[in-house]
Structure formats: C-alpha cells, structure tokens
C-alpha cells in the first residue's frame, strides 16, 4: 500500500499526544474520599461502567486516526509487463578447407573464427542459430537450434580436412538458404566466411546470392586473411611440419557481390581482433526484437478507513447517548 499524501501522517502523532493528556486529564477528576476505615467499601468492586469508562475516548481516537490515514489517500496498485521476443534465424556457414590453417591468425584462422563464432553465439540466446561448414562439399554440421550448447559442441569439432579440400562457396551458401528457406521468422540472416576462392561446387555464389535475395535472406560475409598477399601455413614434410608462406587466394570481389546482392555487408578480417570486431558489428546491425508492454492500474483504498473511522464515531455516540449518558 502507498499514500498519495503521505505527509499527512505525520498527524498521526497528535493520537498518543491525545491519549497522554486524556490519561493526565483522568488522574485530576479522580476524587478522594477520606474514611476512618475501609470495611464498608470491602466486596464493593467497581462496577462494569466504570470498566468500561475509557471506551468512548478510545472510539474517538480510533475513528481520529481513520480518518487521517484516509485523508492520506491510500492506495494499492497491480502492475504487470509483457514482453514479445522475436529472435532471428542466423546460418553460421563456414570455410573449413585446409587453407583455414594459415597461420596468419592465432594460433590459425579456423581456429579463430570459431573461438569468435562461440563469443558470437552466447551474445544471441534468444535466436535460433544452425551450422553449415563447407571445402570441396558442403554439409549441415548443426540445424537450426536455441540449444546452443550443443551447437557450440558441434562447432567445436569441425577441422580442415573432415571433407574432401577445395572451396564450394556457392554450395556452402546454397545449403544454409535451405535450411533457412522454411523458417516464419522475419530475419533471416547467413554469416559466410571463407579465406578463398570459389572453385567447386554445382551452384554459383552469385546464383546463390540471388536465391537468399529472393527468399529475404540477408548474407553477411567475412573474408578471411592477412593484408600481404601472403600468409604461413603448415606443410607436411617427410622430417615434420614446416611452416612457409604461401599466396593469399582471397576473392574479395564475389564476397562484396553476394554480400550486396542479398542486401548484406563485406568485412574483412586480417587478424583475431579485426575478426571479432566484424562479429559485434553484425551482432549490433542484427539484433533480436523485443517488445514491452507495461500496465499500472492504481486502486483507492481510502473508503474502508472513512468507513472505520464512521463506525467507530457512530458507536461512541451511541454509547455516550445510552449506555454513559449522563443523568439531566
């Protein structure tokens, strides 16, 4: 409960002021009777109207203080919220071919990009997120899904060389607009990242682009690879692993075309930092919709202290008419 005028109780202090000088006020009026002996007031117990003598200040006190906290204006309030999430269906579709072994990432690029893809995933708990990894073929390594920790599990066993090498970014990219073409959400969005070169595949990414625009799919893509034109990479030898540097095969071009023909953006990624900044920025460009909805409905709750405060001056008056009626 709340008052409206919560000031006013501060006249509350005037009852136990009230009561003290009635008390005071008693002990004057008390009259003295001077006897050579208390035998004839001996088994003469006071009777039930002097017991009874106090209840009619006491009435009028209680109705006094009704009457105040209802000047006060007490009321109680119900408040409620509704919210409506909408989340968004987002298609992680990424290169895994030997190439994403390049060192120029620490401690190599896929394994960046999927420490970043994880921070990318637990930053989206109310979106329904799925898997497609791609090299020479491309396959559905987790479907769409709110359970992300086994999506984050499924993700963490994905390595170069689980799939025959070479890059079909057209067939990875087709593959997440099915798994996406039937879902009711609004936003749909692919992330596609990849550090090469289309050279497999039966769809084009540009005929794919045009698929994703058709069914309103956004597709943001993420060029993988250091700004060189070189990056190290791992080489098995017959006396062990050597590293030397290798030419990037980045084809910057069809990234930007499908990126705008879906209605999506380019970034490129040259190192661990660079590739997280590019996972906030679609993480602030794509965010989930949240809707609210606030009820505050106030009720008055001063008429049941008017009613107290009535009946408590209605029964002092009726005792002090009746019952303690003084005698003409």
Same mark, same amino acid.
């Given at each position: 409960m709340t008052f409206l005028h919560p000031h006013v109780l501060w006249l509350l202090l005037l009852i136990p002021a009230l009561a003290l000088f009635y008390i005071l006020w008693q002990r004057k009026q008390q009259a003295t009777l001077r006897t050579p002996s208390l035998q004839l007031l001996q088994g003469g117990g006071a009777g039930w109207r002097v017991r009874l003598r106090h209840l009619i200040p006491t009435l009028r006190l209680l109705g006094l203080s009704a009457i105040i906290i209802a000047l006060a204006r007490p009321q109680s309030s119900t408040s409620w919220t509704e919210s409506q999430v909408e989340g968004i269906d987002i298609m992680l579709t990424m290169d895994i071919s030997t190439s994403m072994l390049a060192m120029d990432f620490e401690p190599n690029r896929v394994e !960046?990009?999927?420490?970043?893809?994880?921070?990318?995933i637990a930053n989206r708990p109310n979106d329904n997120?799925?898997?497609?990894?791609?090299?020479?073929?491309?396959?559905?390594?987790c479907p769409l899904?709110?359970? +992300?920790?086994?999506?984050?599990?499924? &993700?963490?066993?994905?390595?170069?060389? =689980?799939?025959?090498?070479?890059?079909? =970014? %057209?067939? %990875?990219?087709?593959?997440?607009?099915? $798994?996406?073409?039937?879902?009711?959400?609004?936003?749909? @969005? @692919?992330? *596609? *990242?990849?550090?090469?070169?289309?050279?497999t595949g039966n769809i084009s990414p540009s005929m794919a682009a045009e698929l994703a625009k058709t069914l309103g799919i956004s597709v943001y893509?993420?060029?993988? %690879?250091?700004?060189?034109?070189?990056?190290?990479?791992?080489?098995?030898?017959?006396?062990?692993? @050597?590293?030397?540097?290798?030419? @990037?095969?980045?084809?910057?071009?069809?990234? $930007?075309?499908? !990126?705008?023909?879906?209605?999506?953006?380019?970034? $490129?990624?040259?190192?661990?930092?660079?590739?997280?900044?590019?996972?906030?920025?679609?993480?602030? &460009?794509?965010?989930?919709? *949240?809707?609210?909805?606030?009820? +505050?409905?106030?009720?008055?709750?001063?008429?049941?202290?008017?009613?107290? !405060?009535?009946?408590? &001056?209605? &029964?002092?008056?009726?005792?002090?008419?009746?019952?303690?009626?003084?005698?003409?």
């Open positions: !960046a990009a999927k420490e970043v893809a994880m921070r990318f997120i799925g898997l497609v990894v791609f090299a020479g073929e491309s396959f559905t390594a899904t709110q359970d +992300h920790a086994t999506l984050v599990n499924r &993700l963490s066993q994905m390595k170069p060389g =689980i799939i025959e090498d070479q890059t079909a =970014i %057209g067939s %990875g990219l087709a593959t997440a607009i099915s $798994r996406l073409k039937d879902s009711k959400t609004k936003s749909k @969005v @692919v992330i *596609l *990242l990849t550090d090469g070169a289309n050279n893509t993420i060029g993988v %690879g250091s700004g060189s034109g070189e990056a190290p990479y791992p080489i098995e030898t017959p006396v062990g692993t @050597v590293v030397r540097n290798m030419p @990037v095969d980045l084809d910057e071009p069809t990234m $930007r075309q499908i !990126a705008e023909i879906s209605g999506g953006e380019y970034f $490129r990624a040259t190192d661990n930092q660079s590739l997280a900044k590019i996972y906030k920025e679609i993480d602030r &460009l794509e965010k989930t919709k *949240l809707s609210t909805r606030s009820y +505050h409905k106030v009720y008055e709750q001063f008429a049941f202290f008017v009613l107290i !405060a009535a009946l408590c &001056l209605l &029964l002092e008056w009726l005792l002090r008419s009746t019952i303690f009626r003084l005698n003409p």
